[in-house]
């Protein structure tokens, strides 16, 4: 038993070594077969031969080069997705939180104002504070006013035009017809489902039946845009059979529209006192007269006139107009002040404003080449607060009619002119003389400063002091608001800066630059015309 035992341990060892030893053998035939092939007359790697160990390790560090390139580049794609991936979940995310907690004051929401996260409501209310929504911010100068853009339900009216919007127009891009329809909406909104805090009394309508009001109740709208804080809605509702107009501000802090006020304004007993400075230039009044009885004393019937007349030629005829329009009409509410004097816009309008002499009341600085409508007299009113605003409405300036229906034989009535178009007129946003504000106001900043003399300036110089104040200024263009075209004179009195501004502005008020064009090629045109004529008569004749 023990040698048989020692017999099989034996053959187990010489099977190990047998296996060990095959084993090696297939490691080395492996090893042989995975060798780099080489000629006879390269060297070997580590060696230093005579070109091709050179040109092999460039070829495999180029070949590792593009290798880790790619694969630099398949990780940055990657990279770039998952980025974009966690954007749009994130984006998500705050959509869904957003809808929970729309919160606060967000337009429509019924729960409670404190599910909504507190850093969100500061943060939107911080928006609000930073606007210039309820208290004007101090500007250096007039460039830093951010100007209204008005609307209605069919129509947008805009300062900035460019090449290819147009002064009045229709809102043609989707997602601005869509936020001024959300807009409309939301202030409807606010109306029909007043908070306890809106300063509103609810109304019934002829039936006992709650008042309800809808889009075609909406006569106006303004907003502009502060880039980093939000778009503010200032909006007007009236119903036909009401005299009391609603009024709801809106603002948009980045995100959901905030109700910051709904409040009744009533305007029936709002006098407005319209004041007109003026010498000679009799005739101008005549039409301006024509104006205002149609306007003012057939239509609003709450206006009081003060002219503030200069030098003594012209004067009779002038008051003959009112005593003529006074006789007709059964109107007495005007003042006619006479000044012995020098012209001078804003010595005239603070007489004007002097004048009046029964308390507080609404001014409307005007001049003699102004047309209005009533929708303008209603928007001074809604638009001008005693210590809190005052409204500087942007003109549409109408080119000289004789340029822009030369094809005409005589230009057409002046009501037919009225029409916002690029060849018609343009906004005057660089005017600052139309201006309606409260008397208070006007004696507390100062008025006009009597410093200035001749064309312009006298405007800019209040303007600028509402701007370095603590009153709102709204500056946005109206479509009631015209200057009818008048023949320029720029007086060799001027310095050079007003006689600057007094070219410009004579320029401008010329012809669009279409009209201005074909006059200054109008030989090079005349000159093509004749040529083509003469083609054609060679042609026919031949």
């Known amino acids: 038993m023990p040698r048989r035992g020692l017999i099989l341990q034996t053959r187990t060892h010489w099977l190990l070594f047998g296996l060990a030893l095959l084993c090696s053998l297939v490691l080395f035939l492996y090893l042989l077969e995975c060798a780099p092939q080489t000629d006879g007359n390269a060297s070997l790697p580590g060696v230093i031969g005579e070109n091709y160990g050179k040109e092999y390790y460039q070829a495999l ?33 705050r959509s869904l939180q957003e809808r929970r907690n729309v919160g606060a004051n967000g ?28 208290i004007g911010a101090r500007l250096p100068s007039e460039y830093g006013v951010i100007p209204f853009e008005s609307f209605t339900l069919m129509k947008v009216f805009q300062l900035e035009m460019g090449l290819t919007r147009h002064p009045e127009e229709k809102p043609v891009r989707k997602d601005k017809r869509d936020e001024l329809v959300e807009v409309i909406e939301a202030g409807l909104e606010v109306i029909n489902n007043p908070d306890e805090d809106d300063e509103q009394e609810d109304e019934d309508g002829p039936l006992g039946e709650k008042l309800i009001f809808n889009e075609n109740d909406f006569i106006e ?33 980045f995100g959901p529209l905030m109700k910051v006020k709904s409040e009744m304004i009533d305007i029936t007993r709002s006098i407005i006192n319209i004041i007109v400075p003026l010498a000679e230039r009799t005739e101008a009044f005549a039409q301006f007269m024509q104006n ?56 005239g309008l603070n007489v004007g404003a002097r004048a009046w002499d029964k308390g507080e009341v609404l001014m409307f600085f005007c001049d003699v080449d102004i047309y209005f409508s009533a929708e303008f007299l209603n928007s001074c009113r809604l638009n001008a607060e005693p210590g809190k ?93 015209f200057h009818l075209w008048h023949e320029k004179r720029c007086a060799d009195e001027l310095t050079p800066e007003q006689y600057r501004m007094c070219i410009q502005s004579k320029a401008m008020n010329e ?13 090079e045109i005349e000159t093509h015309l004749h040529k083509q004529a003469y083609r054609t008569n060679s042609e026919a004749g031949g």
């Open 511 to 523: 012809a669009s630059h279409s009209h201005l064009g074909m006059l200054v090629f109008r030989e």
């Open 292 to 347: 205002f009885r149609d306007v003012c004393i057939h239509q609003d019937k709450r206006i009081h006139l003060t002219v503030v007349y200069f030098g003594k030629e012209g004067l009779s005829e002038v008051k003959s107009i009112l005593e003529s329009v006074a006789s007709e009409s059964d109107f007495h509410n005007y003042t006619l002040v006479s000044l012995n004097e020098e012209f001078n816009r804003g010595r």
């Open 107 to 134: 337009i429509g929401y019924q729960g409670n104002k404190e599910q909504a996260p507190s850093d969100l409501l500061e943060f939107l209310h911080s928006q609000i504070d930073k606007a210039e929504v309820s």
């Open 221 to 253: 709208g303004y907003y502009r845009t502060e880039r980093d804080k939000g778009t503010q809605y200032e909006l007007f509702f009236k119903k036909a059979d009401l005299m009391e107009y609603r009024h709801v501000t809106l603002f948009r802090p």
């Open 389 to 481: 605003k005052v409204f500087y409405p942007v003109v549409f300036s109408l080119y000289n009619p004789a340029i822009v229906y030369a094809n005409q034989d005589v230009p057409p009535p002046v009501e037919q002119q009225l029409v916002h178009k690029k060849d018609s007129g343009f906004w005057r946003d660089f005017g600052f003389g139309m201006t309606c504000q409260y008397r208070s106001d006007f004696l507390t900043i100062g008025g006009f400063d009597m410093e200035v003399k001749g064309w312009g300036g006298e405007d800019v110089h209040l303007y600028r002091k509402y701007l370095h104040g603590d009153l709102i200024v709204i500056r946005t263009p109206v479509p009631g608001l």
């Open 61 to 93: 560090l180029q070949e590792q080069e593009e290798h880790y390139q790619t694969r630099a580049t398949s990780l940055k794609r990657q990279i770039a997705q998952l980025k974009q991936e966690l954007q749009e979940m994130s984006e998500k995310m």
